[in-house]
């Protein structure tokens, strides 16, 4: 049943015609072979974790029931899902993908307002996994041409078929290891400006390509 809904699921994004453009700076990090951590909002979930898919990589994901669908369709992509959320086991799940990362050399997944939000402000969670890691975090950014949002906190954005998507990547933020405390509220806000950043410039995008 899973499997089914999964390969549908992949038919329907197939249909999506993106245009990608990533910083330099993203571009250099990504064809050095570093590992990475990919940041996004929580309204951009699906389309970000479709595009993202032959990447191996660890994600974090809610420990909620509607998370075990998220962490089914990772596991058929080859990525290692680790449950956990700013409100139930997440220092855990942080620590546990700090070790994966360390261990596997691969790059990582992480939503950047949290499973419960509030929408489009930061929290610590892909902060303290750079620090951990040595790892930037990359802002990316998703602009779809039709698409519905639904009425939850987040406004998750599902995307109509055969739609135009812009994807971005900002510049790297890396945390450096003696960043702590109330001292990362400094690194909070330049992840949420570069997540900003990079949505705006996806939907700047998607406007000049529909020209």
Request: with cysteine.
């Amino acid at each position: 049943m899973y499997r089914i809904a999964i390969k549908f699921i992949e038919l329907w994004l197939y249909t999506l015609r993106p245009k990608i453009i990533y910083s330099d700076r993203a571009q250099s990090l990504i064809a050095s072979g570093q590992p990475y951590i990919i940041a996004l909002w929580h309204r951009d979930l699906i389309y970000g974790l479709y595009h993202f898919r032959k990447k191996p990589g660890v994600i974090m994901v809610s420990g909620s029931k509607d998370g075990e669908w998220v962490a089914r369709a990772l596991r058929c992509w080859g990525q290692h899902p680790i449950r956990g959320s700013r409100y139930k086991g997440g220092k855990r799940a942080i620590m546990e993908m700090a070790k994966y990362i360390k261990e596997r050399g691969v790059g990582a997944g992480i939503v950047a307002d949290g499973s419960q939000g509030p929408p489009k402000k930061a929290q610590i969670g892909a902060l303290v996994l750079s620090r951990l890691t040595n790892a930037p975090i990359l802002p990316l950014g998703v602009a779809i041409s039709k698409a519905k949002r639904l009425n939850t906190w987040d406004r998750l954005v599902i995307p109509y078929p055969f739609s135009r998507v812009s994807v971005t990547l900002g510049d790297p933020i890396l945390v450096p290891k003696e960043v702590k405390g109330n001292h990362l509220e400094k690194y909070r806000k330049i992840l949420e400006d570069g997540l900003n950043a990079s949505a705006i410039l996806a939907k700047r995008n998607l406007m000049e390509s529909k020209g």
